[in-house]
């Protein structure tokens, strides 16, 4: 009964609007264009699922009653999904990344990390510096 790509796209939607807004870390040095992104991804995600919703009733596949029906219910379990994510899972998630088969794995948590991006570039870069380093001291 409820359209099924209305149901996805708006659940799509809905989650991350809320991982942009509320999961992402906010800085207070943020630039404008930083944070402009996240407006303007967020208003693509929900014309998407409203242009979604549209062409199954323009297109004849659903009736506009189905289509609010997959639309909310998609939004719903994004919500519930997302707490379900922010309040079991992600408190959890420090020891499960201490277990033997995490670390063999690598995985790690880096929630806490504001830009991983630059986290990386930075360890890496120094990491480099410091094998330059080691080894222009073994050649002299």
Known sequence: MPSSHSQFMWFFSVYSFLFLYLRMHQ???????????RHVLS???????????YSRVYLLYHTWSQVLYGGVAGSLMA????????????PLFPRIAAWP????????DTSLIPNVLWFEYTVTRAE?????????????
């Not at 208003?43 to 919703?53: I, M, N």
């Not at 995490?102 to 790690?108: K, Q, T, W, Y």
């Open 101 to 108: 088969i995490s670390e063999f794995f690598l995985i790690r």
């Open 43 to 53: 208003l693509g995600l929900l014309t998407a699922a409203f242009l979604v919703s």
């Open 79 to 90: 919500i519930a999904w997302f707490i379900f994510t922010q309040e079991v899972l992600t």
């Open 128 to 140: 480099a510096r410091n094998r330059q380093r080691k080894l222009g001291t073994k050649l002299q």
């Open 27 to 37: 800085t207070n040095n943020a630039r404008f264009l930083d944070l402009l992104w």
